[in-house]
């Protein structure tokens, strides 16, 4: 059988046999109608006449011009659609609060007020803050209306920040102080005629008005609390003179102080009072009341928690010393009671060489760089020499170390020269306080006490000198010759190659590189 006859005979072979069905008709895709173009005037546009007869140039360039001018019309544009408008809803009747803020708008039309523009500009407050403060002012008498375990932290924080708006607190508190009385402090309600005694705290004249219960003045030439306590709290920032004192001071003679809103009086000290010196503190109000009270015992547990725990922070300090880990803690409680804490900028001379130090030390934050005096020779021209004090840095004193005990209890000068390194806290006790210890104690700190670098001889310092002198000899030999060789090169500091700071090895100079 030749190969052409091959498919022959295989076809007539399955038409004999029947058993394989032809293969079933496949129907082409569908074409999809594309959105943007419309086929009706495509259709139109491949039917003009002139554009497939050629009898004459004119009919055509007639044709080709009707194409292009219809050929943009078989694009369809998208419709923009506009946004819908809104129907006006029919006016409503005005109610009484509705014609109120109206008529407040309207009082506030001041568009054309160039004043309202430029301290807006200007980042300053408006016209209308006082508003806005008056807002704050009914929330912080509702938070005081709370007891002060039922106030959330932002309440907390709102009495706060207007407590620091009052002079009079803000002159004698800290701010740690006030933001943890401000926790604690509460809003009394005084109905007009009653009297408000005022020596167990101090009182804020929230709201209303009040006058001072004074019947006898007594001297009001002489200067003490109880004459200050006369003058109203208005005027006491502006008393500068003797003259002016005195005008005030009679004029509190004939006539009653009133105590408006935010006046104070009162008092944060807790002491055994006389009956005058109530009447001091006392005031009638003239109208119902909300005054503040800021307790005088919360106050005093407040200073002795805080001197509890400053006291505290000092035993820790002492303890961590090295002369003092041994120490029992009753001698321990007397050094703490004549500690005050001070700071030293770094690079501050505490003590110099030479001098009795005044006060004992016991580093709480820092360092300080120990020194030496040894004298050296400077070179000053060929074959001459200077001979010079210098100060070599023998060590350093750290945290929790302390000098200064047997130079101020056996009035030696200190061997060494002592400057802070940074900013140093320490716990010092003068030397006048010092002496005034029972003498258990100074023997006590004479005996575990040791002089500060007192180990170190002459010798000692000699070398230290010697080695820092020959490393710095060294550096300035070796750099010296790295110039003169880069120079000698033509490599000159600051030109041409000297200048490449290459973050990689480029790709031309990596073959040339040797590894051994």
């Given amino acids: 059988m030749s190969l052409s006859s091959l498919p022959a005979a295989i076809l007539s072979h399955m038409i004999a046999i029947n058993n394989v069905p032809p293969p079933p008709l496949r129907s082409l895709p569908r074409l999809k109608m594309s959105k943007y173009i419309d086929y009706g005037q495509l259709n139109a546009l491949c039917h003009i006449r002139g554009l497939q007869s050629s009898r004459s140039s004119y009919s055509i360039l007639t044709a080709h011009n009707v194409f292009i001018k219809q050929y943009p019309k078989i694009f369809l544009q998208k419709t923009h659609r506009l946004p819908g408008l809104f129907k006006q809803e029919g006016k409503r009747k005005p109610t009484e609060d509705t014609v109120e803020e109206q008529q407040h708008d309207d009082q ?12 807006k500009a200007r980042g300053g407050l408006t016209l209308y803050e006082p508003k806005r403060f008056e807002e704050e002012f009914v929330e912080f008498l509702d938070i005081l209306k709370k007891l002060p375990i039922y106030r959330t932290l932002h309440e907390h924080k709102i009495v706060w920040k207007m407590l620091k708006t009052i002079p009079d607190l803000t002159c004698q508190l800290p701010d740690e102080h006030l933001k943890t009385l401000s926790k604690s402090v509460i809003s009394e309600t005084w109905v007009k005629g009653s009297t408000v005694v005022g020596n167990d705290g101090f009182y804020i004249i929230l709201k209303g008005s009040a006058r001072l219960q004074t019947k006898a003045y007594g001297n009001l030439i002489e200067e003490d609390e109880s004459t200050a306590s006369l003058i109203p709290q208005s005027f006491q920032g502006f008393v500068v003179s003797e003259g002016i004192k005195n005008f005030l001071l009679a004029e509190v003679q004939t006539h009653d102080p009133t105590l408006g809103q935010w006046s104070t009086f009162g008092t944060l000290e807790v002491a055994a009072q006389t009956e005058s010196e109530t009447k001091e503190y006392s005031v009638i109000t003239e109208e119902d009341c909300e005054i503040l009270k800021i307790s005088a015992k919360n106050y005093a547990r407040l200073k002795s928690e805080k001197i509890k725990l400053e006291n505290k922070q000092k035993v820790k300090l002492i303890r961590k010393c090295p002369y ?43 360092y300080c760089n120990i020194y030496r005096n040894i004298v050296g020779l400077t070179k000053l021209e060929p074959k001459k020499a200077k001979k010079i004090k210098k100060l070599v840095c023998m060590g350093k004193l750290k945290e929790k170390e302390s000098f200064g005990e047997i130079s101020v209890l056996l009035q030696v000068p200190f061997t060494c020269t002592i400057i802070t390194g940074k900013e140093v806290e320490m716990a010092i006790i003068e030397d006048k306080d010092l002496f005034e210890l029972d003498p258990v104690t100074k023997q006590l700190m004479l005996h575990t006490a040791k002089p500060t670098f007192g180990h170190l001889t002459d ?58």
């Fill in 108 to 119: 506030r039309d001041d568009s054309h007020n160039i004043a309202i523009h430029v301290k």
């Fill in 324 to 366: 003092y880990e041994e120490w029992p803690t009753l001698s321990i409680y007397e050094l703490v009671a004549l500690i005050k804490w001070k700071k030293f900028p770094p690079g501050h001379m505490i003590v110099e060489s030479g001098k009795i130090i005044s006060f004992v030390a016991y580093i709480n934050s820092g």
């Fill in 459 to 516: 010798d000692d310092v000699k070398s230290e000198y010697l080695q820092r002198e020959q490393k710095k000899d060294w550096k300035n030999f070796k750099d010296k010759t790295m110039k003169n060789s880069l120079y000698y090169n033509g490599i000159i500091p600051g030109f041409g190659k000297w200048n490449h700071y290459r973050t990689s090895i480029p790709r031309n100079l990596k073959d040339t590189l040797v590894s051994y």
